[in-house]
């Protein structure tokens, strides 16, 4: 009987002590509901509205309007050379110089012949004039007559024929001077003084190529056809030259034509453009990003390309509300370059949106922004994505 009771008063005490934990549980759990978490750091931006260009962007190769490899027309030593390589001639400048002494020859004799021929053309004239009278009046016969006659028409062609033979010999003393026919730059030189230099050599002496003005032929998808087409007939397009890296302006200059066929295997249109090259920026045979304006668009919205993000139904970002909460927005954008995008539909100008940060986010949590410095060394979402595999 002592025994039962002590277990009685035992248990007792036990259901005692797990109500007086219960109580206390209840009382500590509103406390720890009642505690907020923080809020989550960010960078943010706001969205901007102003006059955005856009562009197509392309890839092209930069060709010189005219290129001419200087050869000789004729066979001879070349005694002169007043060029220097890479120099800046211009059209008619001589470049070199072949020997005359066998041409001057040529052409001395040429006249010798001519002047012999017409020396010859005037005796029979004037044997014609003697005949001719004595023929009338039965002195002479008329196969003299016509017999002198023949024989200064005979000589006329020749003295025509060795005119003919003048002038070929100049021309081929004209040829011992080699000029530049246009405006350009020079390359390697191929042939040195002193050596013998042939019309059929293949390199020429040197080439010239045409620097100033200069094309850049580039391609663009056959599906901005239509839109180029159209802002063609409204004018000239504007098309700039940027380096490799995108971002050093080479030059600026206009869009000349659209070819006339698409490259059916690679779905592209070519394009050609010119530019005045005032600062040798382009050079021929240059890699460079070609970006064609086709129009300037007024009241854009813009907003750094970090503040996108994708999901499974597409580009959102993430919005900040006057209470300082967050919300996933859909939105549809496309690539301006250089770090920014156009905002075509899902938001409104001066909206603010988290740039940096994302990764912690959730529908709304609560936001603090981060501004100035301490924005600058936050880096927030960088930091994690260098981190990832």
Partial sequence: MRRLSIALIAGLLVAGGGALAARRLQH???VQNSTAPPPVPVVSGTVLSREVPIYL?????????????????????????????GQ????????????QRP??????QAIANRDRDQAQ????????????????????S????????AQVAQLQAMVKYDEGVIEQAKTNLSYT?????????????????????HPTDQNGLVDVTQIQPISLLFSLPQTDFVDINRRMADGPLKVLAYAQDDTTKLDEGQLDLVDNQIVQTTGTIRLRASFPNAKRNLWPGELVNARLLLETRHDGLTLAASAVQQGPKGAYVWVIGTDQTVQPRPIEVSDLGGGKVLIRTGLQPNEKVVLDGQYRLQQGVRVQELTGDAAKVADLQSSVEEALP
């Fill in 103 to 108: 041409y001057q020859a040529q052409l001395d």
């Fill in 88 to 99: 800046t001639v211009k059209n008619g400048d001589v470049l070199a110089e072949i020997d």
């Fill in 121 to 140: 053309v005037e005796n029979a004239e004037a044997n014609l004039n003697r005949y001719t009278p004595l023929a009338k009046n039965g002195w002479a």
């Fill in 57 to 85: 962007r392309g890839v092209g190769t930069v060709i010189a309007f005219n290129n001419v490899i200087i050869r000789s027309q004729i066979t001879g030593q070349l005694t002169k050379i007043s060029f220097t390589q």
């Fill in 28 to 30: 500590s759990e509103p």
């Fill in 142 to 149: 008329t196969q003299l007559v016509d017999t002198t006659k």
């Fill in 177 to 197: 001077r080699l000029t530049s026919p246009i405006d350009g730059v020079t390359g390697i030189r191929q042939i040195d003084i002193g050596n013998i230099i």
